[in-house]
């Protein structure tokens, strides 16, 4: 069965206290609703190994308690939004084997607390910027 986040009216306004939202591996396809940023009591976020697709919105950063978020082995494509930078309680940002392009932004070196970036099996281009070299609890990289 394939579910869709866009075909579906989620109540991502009715649960304002969320903070775990785990639908890993269900075949969900469709694109990340805006609306994912008013979720903002989220600690845990994982929507890895479905076939979501599109861009991650700008409104992810809205989500400033985040400490894991997981959105790999799915389709989305775009660039990585700056406002990730915002996130600074993450601690593990996994984006890999999707088909994201472009560099990856300088504001993930404000995300202090990270310890695990997954960023590899994309597109990504450029240089590593100077910025990331601030990220001193991060144990793994794979770029």
Not at 6 to 17: A, E, K, Q, T
Not at 25 to 41: F, H, K, M
Not at 51 to 76: C, K, M
Not at 86 to 114: D, K, M, Q, V
């Amino acid at each position: 069965m394939l579910v869709s986040l866009v075909h579906y009216d989620f109540p991502f306004s009715s649960l304002p206290f969320l903070e775990y939202f785990e639908l890993s591996v269900n075949n969900i396809s469709g694109t990340i609703p805006p609306e994912i940023g008013n979720l903002t009591n989220l600690i845990y976020l994982d929507l890895s190994m479905n076939q979501i697709s599109g861009t991650i919105p700008p409104e992810i950063g809205s989500l400033a308690r985040l400490q894991t978020l997981h959105i790999f082995d799915s389709h989305l494509n775009g660039s990585i939004p700056e406002e990730m930078g915002y996130l600074r309680s993450l601690t593990e940002l996994a984006l890999s084997t999707n088909s994201l392009n472009g560099s990856i932004p300088a504001s993930l070196g404000n995300l202090n607390n990270l310890s695990s970036l997954f960023l590899n099996e994309n597109h990504l281009s450029g240089c590593i910027q100077a910025e990331m070299g601030k990220l001193v609890n991060l144990v793994e990289a794979y770029l």
